[in-house]
């Protein structure tokens, strides 16, 4: 009997257990079945929205812009901390808040700043006696007088003098003004086609420095070619340097009958350019000399002809700066100045005028130097010149004495 209750009570919850989990897997599929359905509506509203707004945006950006009027000019925001800029009906540009989200133009306004005039630059042009539009400008052919100054010219007619051999010495025509004598040998290679030179030395050389001395150095030219060109070192502070450097040129043995030898002896200068102290020329070689074997030869150098009107040299430099409008002139030395004390000597200065159409516009002078003939400034002196006006400006530099104020050089 107990064991009839136990399997009828087994067999009533077994089928009541199972007929429980039916019902839920049911509810679960119809709960799930909604949510899809769900789901997909709000997909398909989503997908419809961004279809629509994709169309709106494409053909907004396919539509042209409307073309602009003629004349006119649109703003553009170019500063976070000023409004825009904006053109009213007669092109003249004003101040608007609307913002560039708004407009469509492409159009950039170009801020330039315009450069602002010092008061030198103002008062250069109140100086300013004629306009420069008005200057009527006239071209005028300069003729050349052949019978004139002859400074630095080379006669050949003086040279004109040979070597003579043995002792190998070569005077100058009394009329030539004579400034030392140099020394050299003299060969020609026959098998290799070449005149050897060879400067020795040169002997009682004029002071061009004004400490008393030179610092001389020879070239040597086989004219008329001056292209190719020997040139000895430099010797420094001596009168009577010592070269013993030789050179040769490249020229047949007939060839040397039209050819001149030429010896120029100079003082080096660094700053300025440099002295010619004289010349020595050689004509007809095979005539005058016997090349064919090597010989000394010592000849006297011949002076060139100086202007008799040297009131000496000034050294100076110029240097101007167009965005600043600047020039700067620095007077960095004199030489060979004209004696006006009774000391042998002069108290000079340099004095520079700025002038402008034949009127001075400024001046400044440098320190005065004492007792001397060589003076060594290194002065800076600058004046303010606008960029326009560089071309109209022109400069006079007078060197005067301090003592007596009679004017040196222009």
Same mark, same amino acid.
């Given at each position: 009997?107990?064991?009839?209750? !136990? ?8 089928s ?12 679960? +599929? ?10 997909? =509506? @709000? ?13 709106? !945006? ?26 825009d ?12 808040d ?77 009329? +030539? ?13 026959? !098998? ?36 190719? !060109? ?27 009958e039209?050819r001149? @030898?030429?010896?120029?002896?100079y ?30 030869y ?16 000034? =050294? @100076? ?9 600047? =020039? ?60 326009d ?22």
């Amino acid at each position: 009997m107990e064991d009839y209750v !136990k399997e009828h009570n087994c067999g009533y919850l077994e089928s009541h257990g199972v007929g429980l989990g039916e019902r839920q897997v049911l509810s679960v +599929v119809l709960i799930m079945t909604l949510m899809s359905a769900v789901c997909s =509506l @709000l997909l398909g509203a989503f997908a419809l929205c961004a279809c629509r707004f994709c169309k709106t !945006k494409r053909r907004d950006v396919e539509k042209p812009p409307a073309a602009a009027p003629v004349g006119s000019v649109t703003s553009l925001h170019i500063s976070q901390s000023t409004p825009d800029l904006a053109t009213s009906g007669n092109g003249t540009l004003t101040l608007d808040d609307e913002k560039i989200g708004r407009s469509h133009y492409k159009t950039v306004i170009k801020q330039v700043t315009l450069p602002t005039l010092t008061q030198q630059h103002l008062a250069f042009r109140r100086q300013l006696c004629v306009p420069p539009s008005d200057v009527a400008f006239t071209i005028q052919r300069m003729r050349y007088d052949s019978q004139g100054s002859d400074v630095g010219v080379i006669e050949p007619d003086l040279y004109r003098h040979s070597a003579r051999e043995g002792g190998g010495i070569a005077t100058a025509p009394e009329n +030539v003004k004579t400034c030392g004598s140099l020394q050299f040998m003299l060969r020609y290679d026959d !098998k290799a086609d070449y005149l050897v030179i060879r400067v020795i030395s040169a002997r009682n050389l004029p002071a061009k420095d004004f400490s008393g001395t030179s610092d001389p150095y020879v070239k040597v030219y086989l004219l008329p070619d001056r292209k190719r !060109k020997h040139q000895t070192k430099v010797h420094r502070k001596t009168l009577n340097p010592e070269f013993n450097e030789t050179f040769t040129f490249n020229v047949g043995y007939t060839d040397l009958e039209d050819r001149t @030898l030429q010896f120029s002896i100079y003082d080096f200068d660094r700053f300025s350019r440099h002295d010619m102290i004289g010349v020595i020329l050689l004509k007809n070689l095979t005539r005058a000399i016997d090349l064919t074997r090597e010989q000394a030869y010592s000849m006297d150098i011949c002076c060139v002809p100086q202007d008799k009107l040297d009131y000496g040299e000034v =050294l @100076l430099s110029l240097c101007y700066l167009p965005t600043a409008g600047r =020039l700067t002139v620095t007077i960095i030395k004199a030489r060979n100045l004209k004696v006006m004390d009774i000391s042998g000597t002069s108290d000079p200065y340099v004095k520079v005028s700025l002038m402008c159409h034949g009127r001075r516009i400024k001046k400044k002078k440098t320190h005065v130097k004492k007792s001397t003939l060589n003076p060594v400034y290194n002065e800076a002196i600058v004046f303010d010149v606008p960029r326009d006006n560089i071309e109209d400006v022109s400069l006079l530099v007078n060197v005067i004495d301090y003592d007596r104020v009679v004017l040196l050089q222009n």
